[in-house]
């Protein structure tokens, strides 16, 4: 089992820069390929990136070449950096956590088992 929390949200206004943090507790981070997902009021939690324990990642087409996705095994620690940022990338950000293979990647909230509490993000015009 792993337990994650989240930091690093705020207020920033468009075209600015923000890092997430999400503190994985537990023995296993290793065994755990991580994504983050985002939840804007009145809409579904999708998806907004992903990081294989291999390191390979993924991300939904509207934050290419924006946000990079990374871990850092020493510390258990996934980062979401957020580059260039716009008023529709307001949202409560969740960090989320599945035990996987080395190289698989999920992308989808079904295929998550852990969750953080969510860190709010919001971006001014």
């Known amino acids: 089992q792993v337990q994650l929390v989240e930091s690093g949200g705020g207020l920033v206004q468009a075209g600015g820069s923000l890092r997430l943090s999400c503190a994985a507790a537990?023995?296993?981070?290793?065994?755990?390929?991580m994504g983050w997902f985002r939840q804007a009021p009145g809409k579904e939690r999708e998806f907004v990136a992903a990081?294989?324990?291999?390191?390979?990642?993924a991300y939904t087409d509207s934050v290419k070449g924006r946000f990079t996705i990374s871990r850092d095994y020493a510390k258990t620690t996934v980062y979401l950096q957020m580059n260039s940022l716009k008023p529709e990338d307001t949202a409560v950000y969740y960090c989320?956590?599945?035990?996987?293979?080395?190289?698989?990647?999920?992308?989808?909230?079904?295929?998550?088992?852990?969750w953080g509490q969510g860190t709010q993000v919001t971006v001014s015009s």
């Open positions: 989320a956590a599945t035990m996987s293979s080395w190289v698989e990647l999920r992308k989808t909230r079904d295929e998550y088992d852990y």
């Open positions: 537990g023995r296993t981070f290793s065994s755990y390929a």
């Open positions: 990081i294989a324990r291999s390191g390979s990642t």
